[in-house]
């Protein structure tokens, strides 16, 4: 296994992204070098990115509170109407689209998070619906950052592996092989065979 370095030293965005990285590790690295540490994993990675290009992304400055609208608005900014993911705003869109029970989605919290950090006041509840609907990019869930999950999935999806009885502990060892190290960090049966003696080992 190829040991994943520091991240003090590392030299480059392109060999940073040979490795696997954890969200708290990510937000510690930031944390490090003094910029943002907020937002999702997608968020904290190309924050790291413009660290590399020479760029510091600072935290978003917290605006002051302001009066919110009380009344819910299609053309309202989300900024201006006290916009939350509560049962008050959860019903509203159940009304709007007709969803019964509605439930917020990961592009919908993406957008919001978004919003919040670039103060975004021309985003309204119009465009969250939109986005809701599927006719709107303004924000999308990075689904990469599941990359276990997958690996997990996939490794349980080939019945070549069905003779591990503890199928969990079996890809936990493969993917502790391929997460600290620059392999591309998905499944395969490649990956079983290499590994055969210490899978087997620990599964008994």
Not at 68 to 74: D, P, V
Not at 141 to 165: I, P, T, V
Request: with cysteine; aromatic share 16%.
């Amino acid at each position: 296994m190829e040991n994943r370095p520091d991240f003090g030293d590392i030299k480059s965005f392109d060999e940073f992204m040979k490795y696997y990285w954890y969200r708290k590790e990510l937000e510690q690295i930031c944390r490090d070098l003094g910029i943002n540490h907020s937002g999702t994993k997608q968020e904290l990675i190309a924050y790291i990115q413009e660290y590399f290009n020479g760029n510091l992304i600072s935290g978003p400055k917290r605006a002051k509170p302001g009066k919110a609208t009380k009344e819910i608005s299609r053309d309202c900014p989300l900024l201006d109407c006290g916009f939350s993911f509560n049962a008050r705003f959860r019903a509203y869109f159940q009304e709007q689209t007709g969803v019964e029970p509605f439930k917020f989605t990961a592009d919908m919290a993406t957008a919001w998070r978004k919003v919040k950090q670039e103060q975004d006041h021309t985003f309204t509840v119009q465009d969250m619906l939109d986005l809701y609907a599927g006719n709107s990019d303004y924000a999308k869930y990075d689904h990469s950052c599941c990359q276990w999950n997958q690996f997990l999935k996939d490794f349980c999806a080939d019945e070549r592996n069905q003779n591990f009885q503890n199928k969990m502990k079996a890809a936990s060892i493969l993917w502790k092989q391929v997460r600290g190290s620059s392999k591309p960090k998905v499944y395969s049966y490649e990956l079983v065979k290499a590994y055969w003696d210490e899978i087997c080992g620990y599964t008994e």
